[in-house]
């Protein structure tokens, strides 16, 4: 028979994972307690939460929201887990880990797995999503796409008197 303790546990883990739009498993041995507290800090700054939890217990609150865990997510619910939550932006609190992980110079935290949405993801999909660039930067991006045809269509207009004041520039100084 499951202790109150646990079933608050599940019943807390299953809110966080119906909330969260991306969940990502990493093993966090090897980190020291202050460096454990920097990394929550950072992704919490991202916009996430880390948190490490009992992999059976995990297992229960994602199969709340998934029907069967994928085999790539079993094999990493073994072994000592940090789990991070995402919240509205399922790239930027996993891009806060691997960049704690590259200042580090350590291979800790060792991303496992992850679920984006409905779909589970294996290592490689998890490290390509960490390569994209932040949602800031995209947003940029598209404006500046957007930006463009309007910016030379004013320089186009703008070019036959832009080539008038420069003519007449050149004659008033001969």
């Not at 646990?6 to 739009?21: M, P, R």
């Not at 991202?46 to 948190?51: R, Y």
């Not at 420069?166 to 001969?174: G, M, V, W």
Request: proline residues 5%; charged residues 25%; aromatic residues 4%.
């Amino acid at each position: 028979m499951p202790n109150k303790k646990n079933i608050a546990e599940v019943a807390d883990l299953t809110k966080k994972v119906e909330a969260s739009s991306a969940i990502y498993l990493a093993d966090y041995a090897g980190l020291s307690g202050n460096d454990q507290v920097e990394l929550r800090s950072q992704i919490t700054q991202a916009g996430g939460e880390l948190k490490i939890t009992k992999n059976r217990l995990l297992a229960l609150a994602l199969k709340s929201k998934h029907a069967e865990l994928s085999p790539e997510m079993v094999q990493a619910l073994k072994g000592p887990n940090a789990t991070l939550f995402a919240g509205d932006d399922a790239i930027a609190p996993l891009k806060a880990l691997v960049e704690f992980a590259k200042e580090n110079g350590a291979k800790k935290p060792e991303i496992k797995a992850g679920i984006l949405g409905t779909e589970a993801l294996t290592l490689d999909k998890v490290k390509y999503l960490a390569s994209l660039p932040g949602k800031d930067q995209l947003i940029a991006k598209l404006l500046g796409t957007l930006a463009n045809p309007a910016r030379n269509l004013v320089g186009v207009l703008t070019a036959p008197t832009r080539n008038l004041v420069y003519a007449l520039n050149a004659i008033s100084k001969k």
